[in-house]
Structure formats: structure tokens, C-alpha cells
């Protein structure tokens, strides 16, 4: 008697379960037909138990992940020639599935432990699933590293790729082989110049930026400060090219004439090529310094440019919980960009404000703009594991801080401009006291007295201004 739409009977269906428990996969794989081809083995009604009932022991079927696979494999399979993937094909016809179904399951449990860790929604858990899957099933090298080269293209498909780095670095399984935006950015601003006076620069950058254990030994400079110094010398760099060779060939007199005649741009042309040259000369591959002895006044420093009080105005009253308590901590106490992105919940309580260096009572604009925020912040992401105090979509899945950038765009403005301002009404207030500039916004000696001497300044006489 048939059973099923198929005209397949009960008999047919229990010979395709016996053939699918043989197998160890579902009985919906097999077709009936095909699961009966060599006949039916007949069975007595109502024996069929299933296991962990009655007085049968129960028999643990499924095994934990391994999560010891998650390790690079000691050896890379090489490619004869390196093709992109186009994912997108993949997406509408399917993707490989990973070779090695163990560790597929061991990343699967390492996400889903990462994900509960983390805070993280559902939706968010099975998109880096489905990503970890793809970079399994594409890998050239089953249980390799994954390049983060191969994790930039899933974005091309709308999984989260910054997710999946994080994910993968917890692991320790990421390789990566990502180019730095500053050495791009170096690259383009040299790729001009002779090659043997790119060669010397190269031997500068990888210096400056990484320092060096061999005598003369020199310390790693920030970034930030590689990229100025070389973009203060590139002008003069450039002039230099269209007749010079290489950096051996500049003397002291072609310093001299490069320097510009304006104070603050000659000191800043200096400061650059003083650095390449410092660096060049001890490693050998110039003759001599054409920089030593050359020294130039120190210039006047120069007022900070007035910011726009209706712009901070419309950040202070904005409707954005995020942009008006950033605002309202620039505008009333003048907290440090990095101390911003640094700050953490448990530093706000008591309705102070714990920095490293001071405790700042809030004022009660700020206090209201506070509770404001925290209560944004719990509705969006109450099980962030994220503990600083300033996240947003992209950071929330993360325990990394917000970036300086990230401020300045809620802002519309930059915050050191807002920091600056307020300091400098402080100093017109008190008339220049040191010692409560230093107080209020954890000042040196040396960097309060900078704001007091521009307190005279003619282009700071702002008698009616009333700061933020």
C-alpha cells in the first residue's frame, strides 16, 4: 500500500533508512527506488526503537570539535599561476565545501564560542560562518593560514570582512600579507624619483619606521611622524631629482638654497631633510650630512585658527547621543583625542571622569549628554563585549577602541581644534595662570605656557568670545 506521493510504501521507506544508517547520513539522500533496487530486508512491526529508549544504553553519536586542528599546516601547497576567484560566480552556483570536514567543525565551534564571547546577534554569527566556509572550501592549501588578502574579497559579497579578520587572528590563524597604507602612499610619492635616490629613501623608511637593533641603533618613529617628515622634504626632493642622481650628490649649499624663505615652512623643510640625511649618512650611503650646522630660528608659534561656534553649537544640541556627548567632553573639559577613544565604561562613575592622569568632575551639560549616550549605547548593543565607552556598528562585534577619524567624522569638526579653543578661553579668563591650566586640563608646565603666550596674541583678541 502506498504511503507517500511517490507511490513508495512503508516497506520501501525502512529499507532506504537501514541503507542511510550503513552510510551514517539522512535517509532523505537515497531515492526510494534506488534504496530498494536489490530487494527489502522485512522487519517486525513495532520493534524498531530508537536509541537511548528503554533499557538500551544511551550511545553519545556526536564527537567535540577539535579545536587542536586550528593551526597552520607546516607546509603551503605552491600555485603554478595565481588566478583571482570570482566569488560572485560562486554565490549563484554554489561554493566547494571544505575539504577537511573536522576541521570545518572545529572552526564552526571556535565562531559560535568567539560569537557568544563577543556579544554577538545571530545574524552576525552565521554571515562569519558562511565566510570561515567559503575561505575553507577555496583554500589552495587545506589547513593553511588564511591570507587576509583572500578575506578582502569576500566583501565583494557582502560578508563581513572585518568580522572575519578578527575572528581569524583570534585564532592565529591569519596570514597577513595586506600592503600598509603608508607604505602604498610611499611608493606612489617616490615612484618619480632616480632609482638610486629611491633606493636610499627606501633604507631611510624601513629605518625610521622600524627602528634598528645594529649600531647606530634608532628607535621606531610613529608613522604619523614618518609620513610628515618626508612629506615636508618631497618638494625639495623633487627639484633635486630632475638633476641629481642620488642623496650623495647634495652638499651643503643645496640645502641652503632649498630652504624656503617663509620661518615656519624653512624649519619643516629642515626637520625632513635633516632626518633622511641623519639616517643615510650612518648607514654609510651618503659621504657626509649636508644638514649639520644648518640651523634657522625657531619660528613664532602661530594662533590656532577660531573654530565655528554655531557648527560646535549644532554638535552640542545634536540629536545624535554620540556626537553630543563627544562634543559636550571637548567643549567643557578638553579631553584628549586619544583619551576619548581610550575610555572605557568603568571610567565613568560617580559622575566623574577617571582619566590616567586626573579625575574630572563632569558638569552637568556633559552629565545629561552622558546618560543620554549610555542609554543609546545598552539599546543598540546591550551584549557588546566591547569595553570601551565609544563603539559603533563596525567595532561593537570587536573589543578594539573607536579611531580619531571615526570622531571627527561624527564631529563635522575636528576635536583638537575644539580642545584648543577651550584651552585658550581658559587662558584669556584667567589671564594666563599656569598653574590652573595645568590643573583643568593635565597640562605641563611647557604646553600650558604655549596657550598663555598667545593670550596677547592681536589674533586672539577676543573680548566678547565666550569659548564653547
Not at 535517509?27 to 530486508?41: I, L, M, T
Not at 583571482?84 to 560566480?89: A, E, V
Request: charged share 20%; net charge positive; with cysteine.
Amino acid at each position: 500500500m502506498a504511503v507517500a506521493d511517490n507511490g513508495s510504501c512503508r516497506l520501501c521507506h525502512k529499507q532506504r533508512t537501514i541503507l542511510a544508517r550503513q552510510f551514517n547520513c539522512r535517509a532523505s539522500k537515497f531515492d526510494p527506488a534506488e534504496a530498494n533496487r536489490h530487494g527489502h530486508q522485512l522487519f517486525f512491526a513495532n520493534m524498531w526503537r530508537s536509541v537511548g529508549l528503554g533499557r538500551r544504553p544511551y550511545i553519545l553519536k556526536t564527537v567535540p570539535a577539535d579545536l587542536s586542528l586550528l593551526r597552520p599546516t607546516p607546509y603551503q601547497q605552491l600555485t603554478l599561476v595565481e588566478l583571482p576567484r570570482d566569488l560572485l560566480i560562486g554565490r549563484t552556483r554554489g561554493f566547494p565545501p571544505p575539504p577537511d570536514a573536522a576541521r570545518a567543525a572545529a572552526w564552526h565551534e571556535f565562531v559560535r564560542e568567539h560569537a557568544i564571547d563577543h556579544g554577538w546577534s545571530t545574524p552576525v554569527t552565521e554571515s562569519v560562518q558562511k565566510a570561515i566556509r567559503i575561505l575553507l572550501g577555496t583554500q589552495d592549501t587545506p589547513g593553511a593560514a588564511i591570507r587576509a588578502s583572500d578575506v578582502l574579497a569576500i566583501s565583494s559579497i557582502g560578508l563581513p570582512m572585518r568580522t572575519v579578520l578578527d575572528v581569524l587572528t583570534a585564532a592565529g590563524m591569519l596570514a597577513d600579507d595586506r600592503v600598509p597604507p603608508i607604505v602604498r602612499w610611499f611608493d606612489t610619492q617616490t615612484a618619480a624619483l632616480p632609482e638610486q635616490m629611491r633606493h636610499e629613501l627606501n633604507v631611510w623608511f624601513d629605518i625610521a619606521r622600524n627602528g634598528s637593533s645594529t649600531p647606530p641603533r634608532f628607535r621606531p618613529r610613529a608613522e604619523s611622524t614618518v609620513k610628515s617628515q618626508l612629506g615636508f622634504a618631497l618638494p625639495t626632493l623633487r627639484t633635486w631629482a630632475t638633476i641629481h642622481e642620488s642623496l650623495r650628490e647634495i652638499g651643503r649649499d643645496d640645502v641652503l638654497a632649498a630652504l624656503p624663505a617663509d620661518a615656519r615652512a624653512r624649519s619643516s623643510v629642515l626637520q625632513g631633510l635633516r632626518s633622511i640625511f641623519r639616517i643615510l649618512k650612518a648607514r654609510k650611503l651618503v659621504f657626509v650630512n649636508p644638514t649639520a650646522h644648518v640651523s634657522v630660528a625657531a619660528p613664532h608659534p602661530s594662533a590656532p585658527d577660531p573654530i565655528d561656534l554655531d557648527k560646535l553649537r549644532s554638535a552640542l544640541n545634536s540629536p545624535d547621543p554620540t556626537c553630543a556627548v563627544l562634543a559636550g567632553l571637548l567643549a567643557f573639559h578638553a579631553v584628549r583625542v586619544r583619551q576619548l577613544i581610550a575610555l572605557r565604561l568603568t571610567d565613568i562613575r560617580d559622575g566623574r571622569l577617571h582619566l590616567s592622569d586626573r579625575v574630572v568632575p563632569l558638569a552637568e551639560p556633559v552629565r545629561q549628554r552622558m546618560t543620554a549616550y549610555l542609554d543609546y549605547r545598552q539599546q543598540n548593543w546591550p551584549a557588546t563585549a566591547n569595553p570601551h565607552l565609544f563603539i559603533h556598528y563596525r567595532n561593537a562585534n570587536t573589543t578594539t577602541p573607536a579611531t580619531p577619524w571615526w570622531i571627527r567624522k561624527r564631529l563635522g569638526m575636528t576635536a583638537q581644534s575644539i580642545r584648543m579653543d577651550r584651552i585658550l578661553d581658559e587662558a584669556h579668563a584667567t589671564g594666563g595662570d599656569l598653574r590652573r591650566l595645568s590643573d583643568l586640563f593635565g597640562l605641563s608646565i611647557a604646553g600650558a605656557y604655549r596657550y598663555t603666550t598667545m593670550v596677547d596674541h592681536p589674533a586672539l583678541s577676543r573680548p566678547d568670545n565666550n569659548g564653547s
